[in-house]
């Protein structure tokens, strides 16, 4: 590389001193500098059926959960007659992603489909998004990825990583997440999302419910959807 006096210092001092050539580079490691822009990849990933679901509070305002259903087609979130709250897992085996991925933008989806009593987006206002880096639930030191009554409850890596509003589009609803969830995308297993209405119990002892369709549901294409897109680490 020859020296035009074009690099100066934080003095202003050029490189090798004031004069053309006189501080040329001869010796040494030579480095190509790659300005082009990675190319961007997008992987979609469908809920596992056999790890998702419902959890129910046990009882009203007790933050505890209940009981669950993995195996129904739908998922409920809201609350049921005696003002019990429904939380939802979704579970994405997201283990193909490369390793030396960097994830760009995630958004996850999930489509209606019923509701039943008042809608609770009326009265809870808004859905928020938990993420767990594997499993919710667990027994002593062992991580559980079947639904567990305790994900009701259980710690989440990174808690209110997205919103979902009631703004659907052909009965999708979705939430770009927020990026502090990207580390959280497990590249080696899977990623757990817990969601849940803002507000608790409107106290009117009537269910008010919506419902999703699960993992379980037999149209892949209508189940909640993950969308990762990524960058690869050179």
Not at 54 to 79: I, V
Not at 211 to 219: K, V
Request: without cysteine; hydrophobic residues 40%.
């Amino acid at each position: 590389m020859l020296d035009n006096d074009s690099i100066v210092d934080i003095s202003s001092l050029p490189l090798g001193g004031l004069g053309i050539g006189n501080g040329n580079f001869t010796t040494g490691d030579m480095y190509v500098l790659d300005r082009s822009a990675p190319a961007v990849h997008t992987a979609v990933f469908f809920s596992n059926g056999n790890n998702d679901g419902w959890a129910l509070e046990s009882k009203e305002t007790s933050d505890q959960g209940g009981s669950t259903n993995a195996n129904a087609q739908t998922f409920k979130l809201g609350d049921d007659g005696k003002d019990l709250q429904y939380r939802a897992i979704l579970d994405f085996s997201t283990a193909s992603l490369p390793d030396n991925a960097v994830i760009t933008k995630a958004i996850l989806m999930i489509q209606s489909q019923s509701v039943a009593g008042t809608n609770p987006f009326t009265t809870h206002r808004y859905m928020w998004i938990d993420i767990r880096q594997g499993a919710f639930g667990s027994f002593g030191p062992f991580t559980i990825g079947a639904l567990q009554v305790s994900d009701f409850q259980a710690p989440a890596s990174v808690y209110g990583v997205g919103a979902i509003q009631n703004n659907p589009v052909g009965n999708w609803y979705w939430s770009t997440l927020d990026a502090r969830a990207f580390p959280f995308i497990n590249l080696k297993g899977s990623t757990q999302f817990r969601l849940g209405f803002l507000l608790d119990d409107n106290d009117d002892m009537s269910e008010d419910t919506i419902s999703f369709y699960s993992g379980n549901f037999s149209g892949m294409i209508d189940r909640p959807t993950l969308l990762v897109e990524y960058y690869i680490l050179k």
